[in-house]
Structures are given as structure tokens and as C-alpha cells.
């Protein structure tokens, strides 16, 4: 069946340093691609998406390119901070008709020290 | 305009009780997803529904949950008869139609003793 599969954590930056996570999916259908942070103790919050294929999603410093031929959705950030620590989720719709159906990768912690 | 609402944020149950968790969606949305997290896991999606209506219910446990959407009032994720492995943390999702962007709600985390 489908599925996502992040890089494992926890990962552990030190401030400014440059972050990627990586992120694969099976390629079925034509999926919406997505990046979902948790800080401790809340919900999911929307980082980026992106639609079709080579779209860049964007947002905070934030960024992810849908590659297609390798069916990556890699996060990248060229200087985290402090308050970037979360644990980041990769995700992606089936497609169609059920955009809130989302099927997500297992979570990556990053830790980010001053 | 406020976000998806669920109720209560942290509900402690015996062995054997029933759960039941609330899920208001955005204004104007019609469309819920119910995803559990257990512990160390990502979210996992259990059930889709629209108002009255069961849409794909593919995640879901097939004894003792269930849930529901009524024409009025909030989504209903109900846990009959609850044992430790439920304990897990349950977010619910809303969107205005079934092909556009979901918003989560901050999650209920339900603890079984």
C-alpha cells in the first residue's frame, strides 16, 4: 500500500546550523505532498505543501521540492533556531477526492542547541 | 475564526470504561478525519466522515470504536469498553471539502489505567 518513509531521529543541530530530513513516497496516483510540525504537548501545524510534481512548498525559512523521479520530498532550512525544536511529519494524500486522508511518515524529533 | 476544537485535551479512563471525544470542526467545514498517535508513531488515519455520513472508515478498529457526525453539533469518536493499548493521543482534522487542505485540531490525549 502507500506509505511514507522519514529519516530517523532524533536529530540534533546546533543553532544556524543547515537541516535536511529526508522524506520518500510511493509513488501511486498523483499525491499532494506534505510537511507538518508538532511542538510538545499540540496539534499538527501545516509547514508547507506542495501539488504536483517539481512545485517548491515554502514557508518560515522552510522549503521542499517534489522531485518525482525520486519521489522525495526532502525539508530544508539553511539556519534553524532554537524554536525550531519539533518533531517534523511528512505526509501525502491518496489524491482525488480525499485531500484530508493523509498518510504520514513516523515523525522526525529535531533538537536544535543553542 | 477559530480552529478545529476538540474536547476535552487529556481524559483519563479505568479499564473497561467508555471514551468519548469531541471534535467541532472549522466554521463552514463539513468534512472530519479522526488519526490516532500512539506513542513514538506518527498519526495514523482511522476514519472519514461527512455531516450524517460514514465516508471510509478503512482505519478503523473494527470492535469497540466508532464515531459519528451529525447533522448538528460536533464529531463523536466513541471508545466502548477501553483497554491500555488505547491510550494514545487523537487528533481530529477538518476540511471545507474533501479535496482541499486539512486543519488539525490540538489533540485529545486519552490515558487507560
Known amino acids: 500500500g502507500d506509505s511514507v518513509t522519514q529519516m530517523e531521529g532524533p536529530v540534533t543541530l546546533s543553532e544556524e546550523a543547515f537541516l535536511t530530513i529526508n522524506c520518500t513516497y510511493t509513488?501511486?496516483?498523483?499525491?499532494?505532498l506534505f510537511w507538518y510540525v508538532q511542538y510538545p504537548g499540540e496539534g499538527l501545524q501545516l509547514l508547507l505543501k506542495a501539488t504536483k510534481a517539481d512545485d517548491k512548498g515554502s514557508n518560515k525559512g522552510f522549503e521542499a521540492t517534489y522531485r518525482k523521479e525520486t519521489t522525495s520530498f526532502h525539508l530544508e532550512k539553511g539556519s534553524v533556531q532554537v524554536s525550531d525544536s519539533a518533531v517534523y511529519f511528512c505526509?501525502?494524500?491518496?489524491?482525488?477526492?480525499?485531500?484530508?486522508?493523509?498518510?504520514f511518515g513516523q515523525g522526525t524529533e529535531l533538537s536544535v542547541k543553542p | 475564526n477559530a480552529g478545529v476544537m476538540q474536547n476535552p485535551r487529556h481524559l483519563v479512563r479505568r479499564r473497561g470504561q467508555e471514551a468519548r471525544l469531541r471534535c467541532s470542526p472549522m466554521k463552514g467545514h463539513s468534512h472530519v478525519y479522526w488519526y490516532r498517535q500512539l506513542p513514538e508513531e506518527g498519526l495514523k488515519f482511522m476514519v472519514y466522515l461527512q455531516k450524517e455520513n460514514i465516508i471510509d472508515e478503512s482505519g478503523m478498529p473494527k470492535e469497540r470504536f466508532s464515531a459519528e457526525f451529525p447533522k448538528e453539533g460536533p464529531s463523536i469518536l466513541r471508545i466502548q469498553q477501553v483497554v491500555r493499548g488505547d491510550s494514545a493521543a487523537y487528533f481530529c482534522?477538518?476540511?471545507?471539502?474533501?479535496?482541499?487542505?486539512?486543519?488539525f485540531g490540538q489533540g485529545t490525549r486519552l490515558t487507560v489505567v
Open positions: 482534522a477538518s476540511s471545507l471539502r474533501g479535496e482541499t487542505e486539512a486543519f
Open positions: 505526509a501525502r494524500s491518496p489524491g482525488g477526492n480525499q485531500g484530508g486522508k493523509l498518510i
Open positions: 509513488a501511486t496516483g498523483y499525491p499532494s
